[in-house]
């Protein structure tokens, strides 16, 4: 399945593993790599050595391009900058912050920069300052969120830049990267289908939720605070949000959500961890390798192509 995005990133399939905190680890990146996509190493708040010993340890278990998602609001943002130029990775993608202060370094080094926009005014910013493409992140994603649905956001930020447009959010089967394909994206970025497989080494009390969730089961906590983030419910978030009712302060709610994502993917705290999820949940099913789940998402694409192939009379 060749398109824009599979010549730029030199990737079989047009699929992009999300950059998940304390979930897209060395054994993940590679499995997605390995499998013909694109494998992508968290770094998160993570200091620069551990994420020098991740990337180097994918190396080790595959020699396609993967690349490496940088919080731009972490205290380590300048040095895991530098540490990706040295360690030759190929490709950035970047969230929660603008990347031009390290446009120019990445550009230099070769690297392909792919910044997560949730907006048009974004993306246009981000294809000005050099960016190859972008991650058009709708609102039914896991984790933090915007406020725009995936099916109205990708096909506005289609129209607004001229570099390739990744689609996100909502996205987990052969129909959704068909249905991203058909809005004008040039490939889609999954976080949620990735935490059921059997690469993932998140907990198993996380999978089991995952696997067992209702299109009902995601809550998103943090409105009131401006920065809105979707998990399963659980205490937790029954919590945050009776907590949000009351007008509580951001530093109380902080303080209930402190160390809550670490905990539910290394602890299996499924009750008092943050176990940051997609509303496709409900469509995930059943634990892969990533080599199944992804042959099985572009087989059905190719289907669902082929079948609208006859539609016409």
């Given at each position: 399945?060749k398109?824009a995005?599979?010549?730029l990133l030199?990737i079989?399939?047009?699929i992009?593993?999300?950059g998940?905190?304390?979930v897209a680890e060395h054994n ?5 790599s390995n499998a013909?996509g694109l494998g992508i190493?968290a ?7 551990v994420v ?7 190396k ?5 391009p993967?690349g490496?998602?940088v919080?731009l609001?972490?205290?380590?943002a300048?040095e895991i ?9 190929p490709?950035?993608?970047?969230g929660?912050?603008?990347p031009?202060?390290?446009m120019?370094?990445?550009k230099?080094a070769g690297?392909?920069?792919i910044p997560v926009?949730?907006?048009v005014a974004m993306?246009?910013m981000?294809q ?5 493409a972008?991650?058009a992140e709708?609102c039914?994603s896991g ?5 725009t649905?995936t099916?109205a956001?990708v096909?506005?930020v289609?129209?607004a830049?001229q ?7 909502g996205?987990?089967d052969?129909?959704g990267?068909a ?10 970025q999954?976080?949620t289908?990735?935490?059921v ?5 998140i907990?198993?009390?996380?999978k089991?939720?995952v ?10 906590t943090?409105?009131s ?7 399963l419910r ?8 009776e ?5 509580k302060s ?10 809550s994502l ?12 943050s ?5 496709i949940a ?14 099985e ?13 006859t539609?016409?009379?």
């Amino acid at each position: 399945m060749k398109t824009a995005l599979t010549e730029l990133l030199h990737i079989e399939y047009p699929i992009l593993q999300g950059g998940m905190a304390w979930v897209a680890e060395h054994n993940l990146a590679a499995a997605v790599s390995n499998a013909g996509g694109l494998g992508i190493i968290a770094a998160a708040n993570a200091p620069v050595e551990v994420v020098r010993e991740e990337i180097r340890k994918a190396k080790e278990m595959t020699d396609r391009p993967f690349g490496v998602n940088v919080m731009l609001l972490s205290p380590h943002a300048e040095e895991i900058a530098n540490l990706l130029v040295e360690e030759k990775v190929p490709v950035v993608t970047t969230g929660a912050g603008n990347p031009g202060t390290f446009m120019k370094l990445w550009k230099e080094a070769g690297m392909k920069v792919i910044p997560v926009v949730a907006s048009v005014a974004m993306a246009k910013m981000m294809q000005r300052s050099g960016a190859d493409a972008v991650i058009a992140e709708g609102c039914e994603s896991g984790g933090h969120i915007g406020e725009t649905t995936t099916m109205a956001l990708v096909p506005q930020v289609v129209d607004a830049v001229q570099i390739p447009v990744i689609g996100a959010g909502g996205i987990g089967d052969g129909r959704g990267l068909a249905a991203a394909l058909m809005l004008g994206a040039s490939g889609v970025q999954m976080g949620t289908r990735f935490l059921v497989a059997r690469e993932c080494t998140i907990h198993e009390n996380y999978k089991k939720k995952v696997l067992k969730a209702k299109d009902i089961d995601t809550a998103v906590t943090g409105r009131s605070t401006g920065h809105p983030v979707r998990q399963l419910r659980n205490r937790m978030t029954r919590e945050y949000l009776e907590m949000e009712k009351e007008g509580k302060s951001f530093e109380e709610l902080e303080l209930l959500t402190l160390g809550s994502l670490r905990r539910a993917v290394q602890e299996g705290d499924t009750d008092g961890g943050s176990m940051m999820s997609g509303q496709i949940a409900g469509m995930v099913k059943k634990e892969q390798t990533c080599k199944e789940m992804l042959e099985e998402i572009v087989g059905e694409a190719e289907n669902l192509f082929r079948e609208a192939a006859t539609w016409e009379k």
